[in-house]
């Protein structure tokens, strides 16, 4: 009650809580991918049940755009199962879908893989307004999810957006295994880029068969509510994003997540693969609740600076793991602390 008191105090102080952001999540190209996360079912080495698609077209792309833009959202996020980003044929067309999308007053977000500074200036040239590029897990816990790169690799990328003029939408997943620890210190490393990603997306696990994770139990809905409280606590402007898993949480879960600050939804059926609430039914729980969804370019407070005293994220190997302002924790302590982090 008290994480959650403290949540909604600080979304109520940086944001207004009955406005909840709408995007769409559209697949431009689907499957096959070289990667090997752990929880993805578009990873070419695992045998799921996905129906690979070469990239889009622009027509089509704008289609879907006119679509999404009419039940309600604000904002399409365009994603190719590429594990990065090559100049060429295919990054033009990204980039003429992206200036497609923009003339319709849309934002635009991509989540394309791993990115070079030329390529996140081309695509700020485009009109991109946002690069996703999550974290997913902490620094430790991510070569048990993915070993085709390193979690060094998307920091480099978030540091190659930042340098163009396009936001930062960061963040991760829930449910994969990881300790309480490994969300703290997800939160931790998002919390310690600067400035903080204007965007975080958290995500509960979607087990699917065919991927390492299939016989993942489901998180409860209270450890959802927990980490979009926590995560609203360290990020104070950032917009915090209910994403994947939605389908397994009743209306009660999401209003909790809303309350606790989660300020944002992806809509539409799908999400890239996965299943998603249909957007009638995220309308009809928008009016239940009293919220609206946000006209796209809406100015939004700008996200926090970490000041040099503030710096709590070090890479690995270095001691302490976690700081805050006046205040220490060692891995050791956490681990006694371990089933009390989130507070
Ligand atoms: S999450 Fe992205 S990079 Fe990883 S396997 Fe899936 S499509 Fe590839």
């Known amino acids: ?12 102080l940086h944001h207004d809580p009955n406005t909840v952001q709408v995007s769409t999540l559209l697949s431009i190209k689907t499957g096959g991918c070289p990667e090997d996360c752990g929880y993805c079912p578009q990873a070419a080495r695992y045998h799921t049940n996905i129906e690979g698609n070469d990239l889009m077209g622009v027509p089509q792309v704008k289609a879907q755009a006119l679509r999404a833009k009419a039940a309600g959202s ?47 200036k081309r695509l700020a040239e485009a009109g991109l307004y946002a690069y996703n590029h999550n974290l997913d897990t902490s620094e430790d816990y991510y070569k048990d999810v993915i070993s085709t790169r390193a979690f060094e690799d998307r920091l480099e990328t978030i540091d190659n957006v930042r340098k163009s003029n396009v ?27 600067n400035p903080q990603p204007e965007s975080v997306p958290i995500n509960a696990l979607v087990a699917v068969e065919g991927t390492p994770m299939a016989d993942m139990e489901p998180i409860p809905i209270w450890q959802m509510i927990r980490m979009v409280a926590t995560t ?25 997540c809303f309350f606790a600050g989660a300020n944002s939804i992806f809509a539409g059926d799908k999400l890239l693969t996965t299943p998603n609430p249909d957007v009638n039914e995220d309308m009809d729980m928008f009016k239940l609740l009293g919220l609206t969804p946000q006209k796209p370019f809406t100015k939004i407070s700008q996200p926090k600076t970490v000041e040099a ?35």
């Open 167 to 193: 936001t930062v939408c960061s963040g991760g997943i829930i449910g994969m295994g990881e300790a309480l620890e490994d969300r703290a210190g997800m939160l931790v490393a998002l919390a310690s880029l």
């Open 232 to 256: 609203r606590i360290v990020m104070p402007q950032t917009q915090v994003r209910l994403s994947a898993g939605r389908t397994e949480m009743s209306r009660e879960g999401q209003a909790m």
């Open 1 to 12: 009650m008290d994480l959650l008191y403290e949540a909604a105090t600080v979304h109520r």
């Open 309 to 343: 005293s503030e710096s709590a994220y070090q890479p690995l190997g270095e001691k302490p793991r976690w700081t805050r302002p006046g205040h220490t924790i060692t891995r050791n302590e956490a681990a006694k602390k371990k089933g009390n982090l989130a507070n």
């Open 74 to 120: 604000s904002r399409v996020c365009m994603g190719a199962a590429w594990r990065n980003v090559k100049d060429g044929p295919e990054f033009e067309q990204v980039l003429e879908m992206v200036r497609t999308i923009n003339k319709l007053d849309m934002e635009v977000c991509c989540t394309l893989g791993m990115l070079t500074e030329n390529q996140a």
